[in-house]
């Protein structure tokens, strides 16, 4: 089973520079808009994926387990993944920015309300035997307002996808 090994970073990006400069950036960075729910049972999750290659529907299985987040992934169809929405405990849509880095990825997620950024969160995706994280790209330091501590669930997608949750970190943090 893969084993999930990560850093997240909360960021500072209040006018949208990051997310422009992202934009802008062409690949090999990708764009995805990300539809994504909790579904009525631990760990269950369906995500929809829209960028330059097309439309993507994935259940994932997502658990601590032994002391290590397992995940696992398959492709559903979109008739299932709409099935599926109706048992939808937390949602949550955000633009998702990926960076290829060498044996890591950087995946910079902006959370949206209503289309506006609400929190802005990066998070680098490690081979499970390296323990320190790589430097994070010389663009996306001037962003970073710290590295979140692991295991601090306050900064989990699920409990993002709660606006005033977000709100109430951005407040706290002066992020």
Not at 36 to 45: M, S
Not at 110 to 131: Q, S, W
Not at 152 to 173: P, Q, W
Request: aromatic share 10%; glycine share 8%; hydrophobic share 45%.
């Amino acid at each position: 089973m893969p084993v999930e090994n990560e850093i997240k970073y909360a960021l500072r990006d209040p006018d949208g520079a990051l997310e422009r400069a992202l934009a802008a950036m062409g690949p090999p960075v990708t764009r995805n808009a990300v539809r994504q729910a909790y579904l009525d049972a631990p760990g269950l999750r369906i995500r929809r994926f829209e960028g330059e290659r097309g439309v993507e529907h994935v259940f994932s299985f997502k658990r601590a387990i032994a002391g290590e987040m397992v995940e696992v992934e398959t492709s559903m169809d979109a008739a299932d993944f709409e099935r599926l929405w109706t048992l939808r405990q937390e949602s949550l849509e955000k633009v998702r920015f990926h960076l290829p880095a060498g044996e890591c990825g950087w995946d910079v997620d902006f959370f949206k309300d209503g289309g506006a950024t609400y929190f802005a969160l990066a998070e680098v995706e490690m081979p499970v035997d390296r323990i320190a994280p790589p430097e994070p790209p010389a663009f996306l330091q001037p962003f970073i307002a710290f590295a979140v501590a692991p295991g601090d669930g306050r900064f989990t997608s699920r409990k993002l996808a709660d606006v005033g949750h977000a709100r109430g970190l951005v407040a706290e943090y002066g992020l």
